[in-house]
C-alpha cells in the first residue's frame, strides 16, 4: 500500500509523521473520510468543501490549494488501484514544540492513506443493529462547533467505549440540553408517518456527506424530510431508523434502549433509501481511470 505525506509517496510501514506534530500531541488537525465506488471517488468535492471550511475555522492553511490536493487523493486512489476504497485525508498542524503555540508549528503535515473499510458484519445491513443512549455527551456547538470535523474525537471514543460495555456496537450521543445529536461517527435518522427526521447540526451533528446524499434521495423520492431538534421519545417510537456514515454507508437500527423500533427489522422507507444512496454512489463523484494510469504509475 502506498501512503501520501507531505508530497511523497511511500510504502505504509515507511509513512512517519514527527513525535512533534500537534495532531498528535493536541489532536490539532482536521479529516476526511471518503469512498471510492467503482473507481468514482464519491462526492470529491463535498469532502473538499468541509475539508477546507474546517481548515479555514481553525485557522490551519492547508499547504495544496483544493485542486492539488484533489489531485493527489485521486493519485493515490490511482496507486492503490482497487475498484472500491476508503480514503483518509488528515491535515494537521504540523511539527512544532511542547507548547499549543499553533504558529510555532511551521508546515501542516497533509497524510493521505487508501485503504479497504468494513465497519460492520453483513447481517447488521439485513438485520439492523441496536444502539444505546450513552451518558457521554456530544461536544457542545457553542464550545466547538460540529462542522468542524476535528482530531479531537474522545467524546465519541469514550461514548463507543459505553456502548461497547452496555454490549452494543454503536451508541446514541445527546447533546447537552438532552437533544439526540448523531451516533460516535454516524448520523442518525428516523422514520415516522411515512416523513423522514435527522438532528440538525445545531443540535450538534455533523454535517454528513452521506447525511446530506440521503436527504437528496428522500427529495428525489418526495419524502418529506425535517431536520430539528430531537429527544429519545422520538426515536423510541419512530417507524424506522438508520445511521448514516461514509464508512458504514446506510445501516438499519432496529433496537435502542432495549424498546424495538417499528417492526424490529429494517423498515421499507430505509431499504428505498439504501436502494437510492447506492445508485447515487456509483453515479456522483469523480472518476478515476485506474486501468488506464494504474501502470504509468506503478
Ligand atoms: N458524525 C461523525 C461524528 C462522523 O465522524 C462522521 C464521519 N465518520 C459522520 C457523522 C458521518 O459523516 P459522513 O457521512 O460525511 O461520513
Redo the contacts with the bound molecule.
Keep these: 500500500m502506498q501512503v501520501y505525506v507531505d508530497g511523497q509517496f511511500m510504502p505504509a510501514e515507511d509513512a512517519r509523521i514527527s513525535v512533534f506534530d500537534h495532531g498528535f500531541l493536541y489532536g490539532d488537525g482536521i479529516f476526511e473520510?471518503i469512498r471510492v465506488y467503482d473507481g468514482t471517488i464519491f462526492r470529491l468535492h463535498q469532502h473538499m468543501q468541509r475539508l477546507y471550511n474546517s481548515a479555514q475555522c481553525l485557522l490551519l492553511t492547508i499547504p495544496l490549494s483544493p485542486p492539488d490536493m484533489s489531485a493527489a487523493i485521486v493519485e493515490t486512489v490511482t496507486r492503490r488501484g482497487l475498484p472500491n476504497q476508503y480514503v483518509r485525508v488528515v491535515v494537521s498542524r504540523g511539527a512544532g514544540d511542547l507548547g499549543l503555540d499553533p504558529r510555532l508549528c511551521r508546515r501542516p503535515s497533509v497524510v493521505i492513506i487508501a485503504d479497504t473499510i468494513t465497519l460492520y458484519p453483513a447481517h447488521f445491513y439485513t438485520n439492523g443493529l441496536e444502539l444505546v443512549t450513552v451518558a457521554t455527551r456530544r461536544t457542545p456547538t457553542w464550545a466547538l462547533d460540529p462542522r468542524i470535523?476535528s482530531l479531537n474525537y474522545l467524546n465519541?471514543i469514550l461514548a463507543k467505549l459505553e456502548a461497547q460495555q452496555a454490549g452494543v456496537l454503536e451508541a446514541v450521543m445527546l447533546n447537552g440540553e438532552g437533544y439526540v445529536a448523531?451516533c460516535?461517527?454516524?448520523?442518525i435518522f428516523f422514520v415516522r408517518h411515512g416523513q423522514l427526521y435527522t438532528p440538525s447540526t445545531a443540535a450538534g451533528?455533523?454535517q454528513?456527506?452521506?447525511?446530506d446524499s440521503v436527504l437528496e434521495v428522500a427529495q428525489a423520492l418526495g419524502l418529506p424530510a425535517t431536520e430539528g431538534f430531537f429527544t429519545r421519545y422520538d426515536l423510541y417510537t419512530a417507524d424506522e431508523c438508520f445511521m448514516?456514515?461514509?464508512?458504514a454507508e446506510i445501516i438499519p437500527v432496529v433496537r435502542i434502549d432495549g424498546r424495538t423500533i417499528g417492526a424490529g427489522c429494517p423498515g421499507p422507507l430505509t431499504a428505498q433509501l439504501r436502494q437510492g444512496f447506492e445508485t447515487l454512489c456509483h453515479r456522483d463523484g469523480v472518476h478515476v481511470s485506474l486501468h488506464a494510469t494504474c501502470g504509468a504509475l506503478a
Excluded: Y
Design positions: 473520510g470535523k465519541n448523531e460516535t461517527a454516524d448520523n451533528a455533523l454528513g456527506v452521506t447525511r448514516t456514515g461514509t464508512g
